[in-house]
């Protein structure tokens, strides 16, 4: 069989790379497609990776310098040193709503300065709000892993269907029906799965990789929130 195929001018693709190049134009524009998924995934991933590195590194120096405060203006001072992390956004956040808050204080009949209990509230709820914005910052094209995790097999099963069926009518106009005439086409069209799986993993690992971290540093904001009101009321302000 495969003289005769040599004697018709057709090759028979031995390796992978030859099975693309001699791919139809449908198999060759569903690799294509998963070519540049596999990309994007991957410079996600790389992107992701050194934001998260630089968070933590940043994060683990400001609380570092936070845990040695034993006053709340201690703490803003580590703050206005530190690199920039949601650790520091978040504190800023709290800044503020304390020196908005002071002039209410200064007002109320016994001037102690302390804050109420709604107002303890409402800056649980504030700290609340900017670590779910932080969140969402860090959360910013992870998705988008999960996305092509799931659509790339699906892409890869429509290139090997529409590469069956093509290599089913080759035989059927040609005349023959062996295994010799079948292996090729079925073989190339399996390319597309192949390659689409290649894909998949690594995107679908990256997103749960990157999801857990997302996940501890969430906790590790919320603990920070609790731990700056239990600073000020060791000072005295609430």
């Not at 062996?178 to 990256?206: S, W």
Request: aromatic fraction near 8%; hydrophobic fraction near 50%; glycine fraction near 8%.
């Amino acid at each position: 069989m495969m003289q005769q195929l040599t004697e018709q001018g057709d090759v028979i693709p031995t390796s992978p790379w030859e099975m693309v190049v001699s791919a139809t134009p449908v198999t060759q524009a569903v690799l294509v497609l998963l070519a540049l998924l596999s990309l994007v995934s991957w410079a996600i991933m790389f992107a992701k990776w050194r934001e998260f590195k630089g968070v933590a590194t940043a994060g683990r120096g400001f609380m570092r310098e936070f845990e040695r405060a034993s006053r709340f203006d201690e703490a803003v001072e580590s703050a206005r040193r530190a690199r920039p992390s949601p650790f520091t956004r978040v504190f800023a956040r709290a800044i503020q709503f304390v020196n908005d808050t002071r002039p209410a204080l200064a007002a109320t009949a016994d001037r102690s300065g302390r804050f109420s209990g709604s107002q303890v509230e409402a800056l649980r709820l504030v700290l609340d709000a900017e670590t779910g914005t932080e969140r969402d910052s860090l959360n910013h094209y992870i998705p988008w892993l999960a996305t092509i995790g799931s659509v790339s097999p699906l892409i890869g099963l429509l290139g090997t269907v529409l590469g069956v069926i093509d290599a089913f009518i080759g035989i059927a106009t040609q005349g023959s029906g062996n295994i010799g005439a079948v292996a090729p086409g079925v073989a190339e069209a399996l390319i597309a799965t192949a390659a689409a799986l290649a894909v998949a993993i690594p995107a679908v690992f990256g997103y749960n990789l990157f999801a857990n971290r997302l996940n501890r540093f969430d906790g590790q904001l919320e603990g920070f929130g609790s731990e700056v009101i239990a600073l000020m009321v060791r000072e005295g302000r609430i």
